[in-house]
């Protein structure tokens, strides 16, 4: 009888071994352990003055830009993405513009004090476009922009420190500058195929993310990538250049980030090949909102396939949604993201500056994205 025991004991240790056995050889098909967070960063943009007086100065949103850069921070990032309309700018005195950047700067001194890297690019309030965007001859932004900001001086001719690339970990940032290509002829009121080809985007661009090796690549740029009612001016004014970003993004595990509009949209676009890229406009550093409202860019005379799905908006003004987004990369090349957002208690009070709290307003991951 005891002897049987042990018989019984013995054969219950052998099941109890192969059942795990067996399990730990399904989690190990199924991927086996989750995928590790590689790094974090943050986007947002256009931090340009608005609202009551005490609330900004300089041309700069300096209560709801120094709430932001406290909170990111806090955050632990590696590195933030700011795509421009920094400042109120629109104006041709270098001098002018180099102070204001100097407010710019002082605000987001609690991210330069930690420690952490800011890539900016130039917007169309540094650039101070004229009449339907065309090109600036004075250019007033280019010497104050490369004195403020040391970026990566990787990028083409005539763009170096305006328009780059630089590796993190598992990923590709690209950079570029949507006004230094750009004609006396450019036009942001035309959307049909060969209209401003090549002037919002160079193609070094492309040569950078088509020959990426990088699991993961992410662009930033200044003006969004399909136009709304609020700001139809776009890199969909060149639409040769804007398709084929399309197409470079969706076969190469890209996404797209921008501001310009002054709201939080997230959405993905598609063309008739099957391409899909998620594009976030984060414009909501500060400069107010728009009230988002789609634009019939097909009645405008854009023939082509690409289209934008919405999937999320924040856009209110009479009271401002302002934050930024926190994207997490994994180790796996997928991501994730959440929308930090706050509002004041009493947008355009000429005294009263106090905000909400900052919380978490949209959460999502690149595969609830795509599919």
Same mark, same amino acid.
Not at 100 to 123: C, S
Not at 168 to 177: L, P, Q, R, S, T
Not at 193 to 204: K, L
Not at 218 to 226: D, G, K, L, P, R
């Given at each position: 009888?005891?002897?049987?025991?042990?018989?019984?004991?013995?054969?219950?240790?052998?099941?109890?071994?192969?059942?795990?056995?067996?399990?730990?050889? +399904?989690?190990?098909?199924?991927?086996?352990?989750?995928?590790?967070? +590689?790094?974090?960063?943050?986007?947002?943009?256009?931090?340009?003055?608005?609202?009551?007086?005490?609330?900004?100065?300089?041309?700069?949103?300096?209560?709801?830009?120094?709430?932001?850069?406290?909170?990111?921070?806090?955050?632990?990032?590696?590195?933030?993405?700011?795509?421009?309309?920094?400042?109120?700018?629109?104006?041709?005195?270098?001098?002018? $513009?180099?102070?204001? @950047?100097?407010?710019?700067?002082?605000?987001?001194?609690? $991210? =330069?004090?930690?420690?952490? /890297?800011?890539?900016?690019?130039?917007?169309?309030?540094?650039?101070?476009?004229?009449?339907?965007?065309?090109?600036?001859?004075?250019?007033?932004?280019?010497?104050?922009?490369?004195?403020?900001?040391?970026?990566? &001086?990787?990028?083409?001719?005539?763009?170096?420190?305006?328009?780059?690339?630089?590796?993190?970990?598992?990923?590709?940032?690209?950079?570029?500058?949507?006004?230094? *290509?750009?004609?006396?002829?450019?036009?942001?009121? $035309? =959307?049909?195929?060969?209209?401003?080809?090549?002037?919002?985007?160079?193609?070094?661009?492309?040569?950078?993310?088509?020959?990426?090796?990088?699991?993961?690549?992410?662009?930033?740029?200044?003006?969004?990538?399909?136009?709304?009612?609020?700001? /139809?001016?776009?890199?969909?004014?060149?639409?040769?250049?804007?398709?084929?970003?399309?197409?470079?993004?969706?076969?190469?595990?890209? &996404?797209?980030?921008? *501001?310009?509009?002054?709201?939080?949209?997230?959405?993905?676009?598609?063309?008739?090949?099957?391409?899909?890229?998620?594009?976030?406009?984060?414009?909501?550093?500060?400069?107010?909102?728009?009230?988002?409202?789609?634009?019939?860019?097909?009645?405008?005379?854009?023939?082509?396939?690409?289209?934008?799905?919405?999937?999320?908006?924040?856009?209110?003004?009479?009271?401002?949604?302002?934050?930024? @987004? @926190?994207?997490?990369?994994?180790?796996?090349?997928?991501?994730?993201?959440?929308?930090?957002?706050?509002?004041?208690?009493?947008?355009?009070?000429?005294?009263?500056?106090? $905000?909400?709290?900052?919380?978490? +307003?949209?959460?999502?991951?690149?595969?609830?994205?795509?599919?």
């Amino acid at each position: 009888m005891h002897q049987e025991m042990k018989v019984l004991r013995f054969k219950s240790v052998i099941a109890y071994s192969f059942t795990v056995i067996m399990f730990a050889i +399904m989690i190990a098909s199924l991927g086996g352990c989750a995928p590790s967070v +590689m790094f974090k960063f943050a986007v947002t943009d256009d931090s340009r003055a608005a609202g009551g007086a005490a609330a900004t100065s300089n041309g700069v949103s300096t209560v709801v830009l120094d709430a932001i850069a406290k909170d990111i921070a806090a955050q632990g990032v590696d590195f933030v993405l700011f795509p421009g309309d920094m400042v109120s700018g629109e104006t041709d005195t270098s001098t002018d $513009l180099s102070s204001m @950047l100097d407010t710019w700067k002082a605000t987001m001194e609690p $991210l =330069y004090n930690a420690g952490i /890297p800011v890539y900016v690019t130039r917007g169309n309030h540094e650039y101070n476009t004229p009449t339907n965007g065309a090109r600036n001859p004075i250019d007033p932004s280019h010497a104050p922009f490369l004195a403020h900001f040391s970026m990566p &001086t990787n990028g083409p001719e005539g763009e170096s420190g305006m328009t780059y690339s630089f590796t993190w970990k598992n990923a590709k940032i690209i950079a570029f500058d949507q006004y230094a *290509g750009r004609t006396d002829a450019y036009n942001n009121t $035309l =959307y049909a195929p060969g209209s401003n080809h090549g002037q919002a985007m160079n193609s070094w661009v492309f040569d950078q993310i088509n020959n990426s090796t990088s699991g993961v690549n992410f662009i930033m740029a200044h003006e969004q990538i399909f136009p709304t009612n609020s700001h /139809p001016d776009c890199l969909a004014n060149d639409p040769d250049s804007r398709d084929a970003l399309i197409h470079a993004l969706g076969t190469h595990n890209g &996404t797209y980030f921008s *501001g310009h509009d002054h709201m939080y949209i997230r959405g993905t676009m598609t063309n008739a090949g099957g391409d899909k890229v998620p594009a976030f406009t984060v414009g909501t550093a500060g400069a107010g909102n728009y009230d988002y409202a789609t634009y019939d860019v097909v009645t405008a005379g854009y023939t082509g396939s690409d289209t934008y799905s919405v999937q999320k908006v924040f856009s209110d003004n009479a009271s401002p949604m302002f934050g930024y @987004l @926190l994207i997490s990369v994994y180790s796996d090349n997928t991501w994730s993201g959440e929308f930090h957002g706050f509002r004041f208690k009493h947008w355009n009070d000429a005294t009263d500056v106090s $905000l909400s709290p900052i919380t978490v +307003m949209d959460s999502f991951t690149s595969s609830s994205m795509l599919h």
